[in-house]
Structure formats: structure tokens, C-alpha cells
């Protein structure tokens, strides 16, 4: 069936660092695929998405490309600031028309 | 601010209390979702309405029953919870089901997070 598969965190950056967090993916066929962000005594909010290969979502600072080759949406952010700190959860919609979200990771920006 | 809203945002009930989450949205969307989230892991699908019928039930307990009134509402009906059953309840929706057209993306409330004593 299909899946994905996010670092695990947590990760821990100063403020301005750069953040990778790598996504990777298994499915059949054409998946969507997307980002969400947890801020904490939230709901899942959508960050970013991509709907077919070489697509690049972006907002707020992130991006991410969709690789088909690779299988990966790895989501990246130049310079984080505090308020970026969050659990952030990386997503498909497969063929089978299910979302399949990965378990997390909880990104902590220190001043 | 969600455009998904989601009350209450806090429950605390007994055993053998009766209570109802809801949930509205008026985006227009076809497709509603209850999912439950404990903590530090992702959310985990529990049911899915599809222009307001029972499309997908992920083998949930017959203690947790939903209801969908209408377009905009979603219920979800909770009856002799047990305490393993405290986590967030989140509501999602979605322009079309699974299915139907392209992969629409889940729009989520912020959650009703339920504490069974």
C-alpha cells in the first residue's frame, strides 16, 4: 500500500538556519503530495502542495519539488524564525484516493 | 483562523456519559472526516462522509457513531468512551471525495481535544 516516510525528529535550529526535512514515498501510480504544519493546540494546517512531477509548492518561505525519480517532496526553508516552530507532517493522496500522512517531525527554533 | 470549525474545543467526560463533537464547514466542500490523533503521532482516518453519506469506516468502535445532517455539519456521537480514547478529534474537509476528480487537498478544523476520565 502506499506510504510515506519523514525524518524523525525533533529537529532543533537557530533562528535563520536552514531546514531540510526529507519526505519519501511509496505509490502506485501519480500520487498528490503535500505538507502540512501542526503549531502546538492546533489543527493541521495545508503549507504547501504538488499534483504531478516537477511540480514545486511553495508559501510562507518553504518549498518543496515534487521528485518522481527519487521519490521525495523534501521540504526546505532558507532562514527559519521562531515562529516556526512546529510538528510538520508530510502527506499523500494516492491512487487508492486515501490520505496517508508520515509521522511527523517537531522542528524547535531557538532565538 | 480555520475555515473548518470544530466544538468544543475541550471535553472532559465520564465512562458513561453521553456527548457530541461537531463540526462545520461552509466552503462548499462534499467530503467530511473525523480523524483521531493521540499524541506525537500523525492523525489516523476514522470515517469519511461522501456528499453526506458513509462512505469509509476504518473499523472504529460502534461507541463512536457519526452524523452528517447536512452539507455543512458533521457529528460525531460518543457514548461509553473508554480511557485509551482521550486524544484531539479533528475534522477535515474536502472540495470533492476520494475519488472524484483530482486530489483535493483536507482542510482541518483545530480540533476538540476529548479527555475520558
Known amino acids: 500500500g502506499n506510504s510515506v516516510t519523514q525524518m524523525e525528529g525533533p529537529v532543533t535550529l537557530s533562528e535563520e538556519a536552514f531546514l531540510t526535512i526529507n519526505c519519501t514515498y511509496t505509490?502506485?501510480?501519480?500520487?498528490?503530495l503535500f505538507w502540512y504544519v501542526q503549531y502546538p493546540g492546533e489543527g493541521l494546517q495545508l503549507l504547501l502542495k504538488?499534483?504531478?512531477?516537477?511540480d514545486k509548492g511553495s508559501n510562507k518561505g518553504f518549498e518543496a519539488t515534487y521528485r518522481k525519480e527519487t521519490t521525495s517532496f523534501h521540504l526546505e526553508k532558507g532562514s527559519v524564525q521562531v515562529s516556526d516552530s512546529a510538528v510538520y507532517f508530510c502527506a499523500l493522496i494516492g491512487n487508492n484516493n486515501d490520505m496517508r500522512f508520515g509521522a511527523g517531525t517537531r522542528l524547535t527554533v531557538k532565538p | 483562523d480555520t475555515e473548518v470549525t470544530q466544538t468544543p474545543k475541550h471535553l472532559v467526560m465520564g465512562m458513561t456519559n453521553k456527548k457530541s463533537l461537531k463540526c462545520e464547514q461552509h466552503m462548499g466542500h462534499r467530503a467530511m472526516y473525523w480523524y483521531k490523533q493521540k499524541a506525537k503521532k500523525p492523525p489516523e482516518l476514522m470515517f469519511v462522509?461522501?456528499?453526506?453519506?458513509?462512505?469509509i469506516n476504518e473499523s472504529v468502535p460502534s461507541r463512536f457513531s457519526p452524523e452528517c445532517p447536512n452539507s455543512s455539519l458533521l457529528n460525531l456521537h460518543l457514548h461509553a468512551l473508554q480511557p485509551e480514547d482521550s486524544a484531539l478529534y479533528l475534522c477535515a474537509s474536502s472540495l470533492r471525495p476520494p475519488g472524484q476528480g483530482s486530489n483535493q487537498p483536507q482542510h482541518f478544523g483545530d480540533g476538540t481535544r476529548l479527555s475520558i476520565l
Open positions: 462522509y461522501s456528499y453526506e453519506k458513509l462512505s
Open positions: 504538488a499534483t504531478k512531477a516537477d
Open positions: 505509490a502506485t501510480g501519480y500520487p498528490s
